[in-house]
């Protein structure tokens, strides 16, 4: 495969203030503001070149978030293969389930307009949903109505390549039962997402894409993103697929209407960067709606699901991660994004595949987020002598806050003791985030050992005094 590739730097608009509202979401004090010496192009060239190669995927498209803004748009390889073209940054793409953020958006902003809220049961705003008519529009945003699955298989049926409309969807999916009491598991489905993108039709007046391409996708300047009915142009990447280890062909492609909210929008890297810049800067939603969407669900019983509105939400080295991929017929893609570290990296690849997008979007991160802390040597040092005393079981409590000194009780020093001790030497422990969160300034580190990788979270007061020092496994 002819791996070549085209690309250009953004360098967009300024750097933007992030705007501060939830304790969680703060813009962290380390965050630099020019582009990260890491990431350069030559060093991302590499390691989306070798994954290709590796994983055998025709194309990727690239962008990174860093310091606030774009630093970086690319494509590499061959967006279509017969005839063969290098892959350009302006060739779409579809990125699938990444769709349902979008989706979410459009709720909270009628939610804001006041035409709804979240927690209103579905069957208030459309009628004809059998018993998914008591699931909250909420439910169906964080996929825990129990609506079923509409689309099981992984890959096009035979009826699947027939042509459908939502309203036929949601007709079919009312004959179903709820696969569970609303609220009580989570179990993912794309059917929650077909009649939540009913319920913005049917309250916004407008047809989805005409509805999100007016309040979200114009205003941030995302102007390229389609929907992927009737399918991408001569331009956009061709999807591929592979049966076992096979020759790579073109993808099956869905009939007309069978993706609709649940992974029907098709655009460039660049479009979902300015997304991201959105999420990072709380632009577009209000700093609720932001916080709501990025919010992880809990269940009735109050078990965590590691799952907003329309996004997965968790940690990458001790920071906040909201992100989602996206597969379909041809394509697989990748967005995380790290607010508190003003980054984000999209990958979108052409061929239905995670490995190759992972592998991109994994080292991509961490380039990123191992560039954006600067080390106080004088604080690293006084956080190596805790965790070193931490490996011996003890830990100097004229130094510890009440809070932490609740913590650190004999049992919890012993429990610390007996998992760091066989670990050997501390190798390395190099700053990875910080700044301020909840008025408590923080540092997280990476932490080596011979054998294994930990993450350290210190937190301290005002005066000096540990108010948390946890030590956990890296993700």
């Given at each position: 495969?002819?791996?070549?590739?085209?690309?250009?730097?953004?360098?967009?608009?300024?750097?933007?203030?992030?705007?501060?509202?939830?304790?969680?979401?703060?813009?962290?004090?380390?965050?630099?503001?020019?582009?990260?010496?890491?990431?350069?192009?030559?060093?991302?060239?590499?390691?989306?070149?070798?994954?290709?190669?590796?994983?055998?995927?025709?194309?990727?498209?690239?962008?990174?978030?860093?310091?606030?803004?774009?630093?970086?748009?690319?494509?590499?390889?061959?967006?279509?293969?017969?005839?063969?073209?290098?892959?350009?940054?302006?060739?779409?793409?579809?990125?699938?389930?990444?769709?349902?953020?979008?989706?979410?958006?459009?709720?909270?902003?009628?939610?804001?307009?006041?035409?709804?809220?979240?927690?209103?049961?579905?069957?208030?705003?459309?009628?004809?949903?059998?018993?998914?008519?008591?699931?909250?529009?909420?439910?169906?945003?964080?996929?825990?109505?129990?609506?079923?699955?509409?689309?099981?298989?992984?890959?096009?049926?035979?009826?699947?390549?027939?042509?459908?409309?939502?309203?036929?969807?949601?007709?079919?999916?009312?004959?179903?039962?709820?696969?569970?009491?609303?609220?009580?598991?989570?179990?993912?489905?794309?059917?929650?997402?077909?009649?939540?993108?009913?319920?913005?039709?049917?309250?916004?007046?407008?047809?989805?894409?005409?509805?999100?391409?007016?309040?979200?996708?114009?205003?941030?300047?995302?102007?390229?993103?389609?929907?992927?009915?009737?399918?991408?142009?001569?331009?956009?990447?061709?999807?591929?697929?592979?049966?076992?280890?096979?020759?790579?062909?073109?993808?099956?492609?869905?009939?007309?209407?069978?993706?609709?909210?649940?992974?029907?929008?098709?655009?460039?890297?660049?479009?979902?960067?300015?997304?991201?810049?959105?999420?990072?800067?709380?632009?577009?939603?209000?700093?609720?709606?932001?916080?709501?969407?990025?919010?992880?669900?809990?269940?009735?019983?109050?078990?965590?699901?590691?799952?907003?509105?329309?996004?997965?939400?968790?940690?990458?080295?001790?920071?906040?991660?909201?992100?989602?991929?996206?597969?379909?017929?041809?394509?697989?893609?990748?967005?995380?994004?790290?607010?508190?570290q003003a980054s984000a990296v999209v990958v979108l690849t052409n061929r239905d595949h995670g490995g190759a997008a992972s592998a991109i979007q994994g080292q991509l991160r961490d380039l990123l987020l191992e560039s954006t802390a600067t080390e106080d040597p004088s604080r690293t040092a006084l956080d190596l002598?805790?965790?070193?005393?931490?490996?011996?079981?003890?830990?100097?409590?004229?130094?510890?806050?009440?809070?932490?000194?609740?913590?650190?009780?004999?049992?919890?020093?012993?429990?610390?003791?007996?998992?760091?001790?066989?670990?050997?030497?501390?190798?390395?422990?190099?700053?990875?985030?910080?700044?301020?969160?909840?008025?408590?300034?923080?540092?997280?580190?990476?932490?080596?050992?011979?054998?294994?990788?930990?993450?350290?979270?210190?937190?301290?007061?005002?005066?000096?005094?540990?108010?948390?020092?946890?030590?956990?496994?890296?993700?």
């Open positions: 495969m002819d791996l070549k590739f085209t690309s250009h730097v953004d360098v967009w608009r300024a750097v933007r203030p992030l705007i501060i509202g939830m304790a969680a979401w703060v813009p962290a004090a380390w965050v630099s503001a020019a582009p990260t010496e890491r990431a350069t192009p030559e060093a991302v060239q590499a390691i989306v070149i070798d994954a290709l190669r590796r994983y055998e995927v025709p194309a990727a498209s690239v962008a990174i978030v860093a310091g606030g803004r774009i630093i970086h748009v690319a494509a590499y390889g061959q967006d279509r293969l017969d005839p063969p073209r290098s892959a350009q940054p302006s060739a779409r793409y579809a990125i699938g389930s990444i769709t349902k953020q979008f989706v979410a958006a459009a709720l909270l902003l009628l939610q804001e307009d006041g035409k709804l809220s979240l927690d209103d049961e579905a069957g208030r705003h459309l009628s004809g949903l059998g018993s998914a008519s008591k699931v909250t529009l909420r439910q169906l945003l964080s996929h825990t109505g129990g609506v079923t699955e509409y689309m099981p298989q992984d890959y096009v049926t035979p009826k699947e390549r027939q042509p459908t409309t939502a309203t036929d969807l949601v007709a079919e999916l009312a004959t179903h039962p709820l696969d569970f009491e609303p609220g009580t598991h989570w179990q993912y489905s794309n059917g929650g997402y077909v009649i939540a993108g009913r319920v913005v039709e049917r309250v916004s007046g407008q047809p989805l894409i005409d509805f999100l391409r007016s309040r979200i996708f114009a205003p941030l300047g995302m102007s390229t993103v389609i929907d992927t009915d009737p399918g991408l142009g001569a331009a956009d990447a061709v999807g591929t697929t592979r049966r076992g280890l096979g020759p790579i062909r073109t993808a099956s492609r869905f009939g007309r209407g069978w993706m609709q909210a649940a992974g029907g929008l098709a655009m460039t890297a660049e479009d979902l960067a300015r997304w991201a810049l959105a999420m990072i800067e709380r632009r577009l939603l209000s700093a609720r709606s932001w916080q709501q969407l990025a919010t992880e669900s809990l269940l009735v019983d109050g078990t965590p699901t590691r799952y907003g509105l329309g996004v997965t939400v968790g940690r990458r080295h001790g920071r906040l991660e909201v992100a989602h991929d996206g597969s379909i017929p041809g394509y697989f893609a990748l967005l995380s994004v790290h607010p508190t002598q805790v965790l070193e005393g931490l490996i011996k079981g003890t830990i100097d409590r004229k130094r510890l806050s009440a809070n932490a000194a609740d913590y650190f009780s004999q049992e919890a020093l012993a429990d610390l003791a007996a998992g760091l001790a066989p670990l050997g030497p501390i190798r390395s422990m190099r700053p990875t985030n910080g700044g301020i969160l909840g008025g408590i300034d923080f540092v997280a580190y990476q932490i080596r050992f011979d054998s294994r990788t930990l993450v350290v979270t210190s937190r301290r007061l005002s005066d000096g005094r540990i108010e948390q020092f946890t030590v956990d496994a890296a993700d």
